[in-house]
């Protein structure tokens, strides 16, 4: 059964599968799937899969397995849901509790968001916290101040462990910068070796600095702490590979790096 209203003010629970066409709620509970052009003051809404079209205004909490928001709306309220995908100009100026966060078009959320994984297009956000993966999809925007990487940035810390009295230049694993993509790289590293009792143990920051010229690297290196024995190299297809001396009582040797970029 379809239910059709014209902006009348109800009192009741609904169950429905339809509600659509110039509608106005308040102060009711209901569980549907599909909500088009519809005005919802104090309205709780409970669903296993809610589609929103149109333009919508929802002052309540929204409750469902997965919500779908094709067109302009505004919410307005706590919403808990398993997923949200947002195809349609949208404003949350609620709380958003979700497992899966998909926003394509421009949404502002004015209140926090709490997803284990998201997808963001285009977004403006007063609070986001992200617990799990996140992919974001076109510009990211700080005060003002565009914050997008470079494609070849090492932004997250990477640790690997280096060997002892290494005499023939390895990779670093992960440790390279693609020659299609940079022109240039500053990396901040960190160096600690420890040895049996301590007696040995040596520590340092590296500082290194790369430009690729026509068809090769150059590479300039600096630092502070202990002399490590360690000799880093640049391969002509921007991967770092270093050689180490030989330090007695050697233990470990765990090396520590992120970068920033110049593109070509």
Known sequence: ???????????????????????????SCITSTTIQ????????????????SDSNFYIGGITTGSIFVTGPSILNGYVTIGSI????????????????????????????????????????????????????????????????????????????????????PVDILGFNFQDTLVRSFKAETSISIRTSGGTNDKYAEYTLTGIQRNGDWCLNKRYVGDRTGIKFTITSTGQIQYTSSNI??????????????TNK
Request: overall charge negative.
């Open 1 to 27: 059964m379809v239910y059709y209203f014209s902006f009348l003010f109800i009192e009741w629970s609904l169950n429905m599968s339809v509600f659509y066409g110039n509608a106005a709620l308040k102060d």
């Open 37 to 52: 052009n519809s005005i919802l003051n104090n309205v709780n809404i409970t669903a296993n899969s809610l589609y929103v």
């Open 85 to 168: 995908n947002v195809t349609g100009d949208s404003i949350i100026e609620g709380c958003l509790t979700v497992t899966c966060l998909n926003v394509i078009q421009e949404a502002i959320f004015e209140s926090g968001i709490t997803a284990n994984s998201s997808l963001f297009t285009t977004i403006s956000t007063g609070g986001l916290v992200v617990t799990g993966g996140t992919s974001l999809q076109g510009d990211i925007v700080f005060n003002g101040v565009n914050a997008n990487p470079n494609l070849g940035d090492i932004l997250e810390e990477t640790c690997v462990t280096l060997a002892n009295n290494q005499n023939i």
């Open 248 to 261: 007695s009582g050697f233990i470990e040797n765990k090396f520590c790096f992120r970068a920033t970029t």
